[in-house]
């Protein structure tokens, strides 16, 4: 093994990188030549962000280029060029994008030109990029009837040549769904969303699918495959971080990089409750009414956030299985013996559903995907934790972190620091934001995370007891003007 080998697999500081391609290929020629006209910007390059996000279909970012040589023109560029990125942190897992797997990057947009240094010689601008997937969605078009599972017609849109055509990988989770649409005329993404719309999990009582692209490739799966894994386990955190002093040193004074690997830069929690947005939502009760048009029927299905809370998979476990009562929103009584959740009236849901339109083909029932959606999309939306934390290349939106948080009440100097019962534990990835910095060859991530559970139950509300309220009487406002 060479000595650049060994040096590619050895991490020498948290934040450490390794670039090892930063390619811009051109829409024409090369003079003289068949190939494409190709720049190393990699020594021009002075950061790179790449960010992949669960609620987006493909990963995009931006590169700032201190640009001496004016590729701009020579390329020139365009928004019709390609990038090849190869970047990862040394031992881990690799984040490559390369003209020979047919997986590079499209740059779509140049900004910010600038000129930098006394001579007015060299700009700075920013390269923006995405995936080729988002340009074969802007100029493609769905017209087809698809049969059979969902799953199925998803890696078809994404596969062929005649859609999205994408050479990366497709990780999909199982539906438990056998029935036809017909796609009617709409753009690959936007037809996909409907799919994930329509589909429920195979071995997980959840619906509501999610796509979406990481650095290793698309993924179809559902919210609940992410906290557990097989239908029967809690998936477990592939990084626990906890906020400890920096430069953590090891036995023999050398500083232990896992440690500083597991140290935040920075936290912070947005969205932590808001009560109201969460009841119109749905979140804690919703009803839906379905009507069967041809056989003239009308049926009523009601959510209970509290009741249903057991059936499902959450960011917190108990011994790797579900858990009853470790509820993020506690009950609390409002009226004397019902909760927030004994009202399913906050959210209604009115939609036509008429069975056998296919013959052997079968929608999915609503009932089996609005009620449930609804409330895990809510319960995902608020307490969300923020967190700026040194590079890893092997993390990706869509796994599970934990975060041990202090306390922050204050103890005797005899006394252990406990965790906070209720913002420590675990936490699922909904945002990664890489930042490459080539001058300061350092690599961070800004990531946002989000848990749906508690590791210590919260107390259960008081019963509101019956009493005798006095009412105000209504006055009318021209009586208090004649007093």
């Known amino acids: ?69 004016d590729f701009r023109t020579m390329l020139p560029l365009t928004g019709n060029e ?28 140049v900004d910010k030109i600038r000129i930098s240094g006394g001579t007015a010689r060299q700009q700075i601008y920013r390269v923006h990029f995405t995936s080729k997937e988002a340009i074969r969605n802007g100029i493609t078009r769905i017209s087809k009837a698809f ?46 969303k409907f799919l994930a719309d329509q589909s429920v999990a195979k071995n997980y009582l959840n619906a509501g699918y999610l796509f979406y692209e990481d650095t290793q490739g698309f993924n179809f799966r559902s919210f609940e495959s992410m906290f557990a894994k097989g239908g029967h386990t809690a998936r477990p ?34 969205d932590v409750v808001n009560t109201l947005e969460e009841i119109n939502n749905g979140l804690f ?15 009523t299905y009601d959510y209970d956030y509290h009741d249903n809370f057991g059936n499902y998979f959450h960011t917190e476990h108990n011994d790797g299985g579900k858990v009853n009562e470790k509820y993020l929103r506690p009950l609390v009584f409002v009226d004397q013996d019902k909760a927030l959740s004994d009202y399913p009236l906050a959210k209604l849901m009115n939609v036509v559903d008429t069975k056998k339109v296919h013959n052997d083909y079968e929608f999915t029932p609503p009932e089996n995907i609005l ?8 319960q995902l939306a608020n307490f969300h934790l923020i967190m700026t934390v040194p590079g890893q290349t092997r993390l990706n939106v869509g796994n599970m972190i934990s975060f041990a948080l202090p306390d922050q ?33 350092k690599h961070t991530i800004n990531l946002r995370a989000v848990k749906d559970s508690v590791p210590t139950q919260m107390p259960d509300g008081l019963e509101v007891l019956e009493k005798e309220e006095s009412k105000l009487e209504t006055v009318s406002l021209y009586d208090l003007d004649d007093v």
Not at 243 to 266: C, E, F, G, H, Y
Not at 291 to 298: E, F, R, S, T, V
Not at 412 to 432: C, E, V
């Open 285 to 299: 009760a919703n009803r839906l009414v379905t009507n069967d048009i041809y056989n003239k029927k009308i049926s």
């Open 82 to 109: 390609r990038l090849e990125l190869h970047v990862f942190t040394p031992g881990q897992r690799e984040i490559k994008y390369m003209e020979v797997t047919g997986t590079t990057l499209n740059v779509y947009k």
């Open 237 to 270: 955190v592939i990084e626990a971080y906890a906020m400890q002093p920096a430069k953590v040193r090891t036995p023999d004074k050398n500083i232990d990089v896992v440690k500083d690997l597991q140290s935040p830069d920075s936290y912070s929690f947005v």
């Open 371 to 378: 009620p449930h959606k609804v409330t895990q999309r809510a």
């Open 409 to 441: 009440r204050p103890v005797a100097h005899d006394q252990a620091q406990t965790l906070n019962p209720y913002y420590s534990g675990r936490y699922l990835i909904l945002s990664i934001k890489h930042k490459f910095d080539m001058i300061a060859q």
């Open 1 to 69: 093994m060479a000595a650049s080998d060994n040096q590619d697999n050895i991490i020498n500081y948290a934040g450490d990188f390794r670039l090892k391609t930063c390619n811009i290929i051109s829409f024409r020629k090369a003079e003289g030549s068949e190939k494409a006209f190709r720049v190393n910007i990699q020594p021009q390059t002075m950061n790179i962000t790449l960010v992949e996000d669960v609620t987006m279909p493909c990963i995009n970012g931006s590169i700032d280029v201190a640009d001496g040589q």
């Open 147 to 192: 049969t059979g599972p969902i799953e199925n017609m998803v890696n078809e849109i994404v596969k062929d040549d005649k859609f999205l055509a994408s050479r990366k990988s497709l990780v999909v989770e199982p539906t438990a769904t056998n029935t036809k649409f017909v796609i009617p005329n709409l753009k690959p993404f936007r037809a996909i």
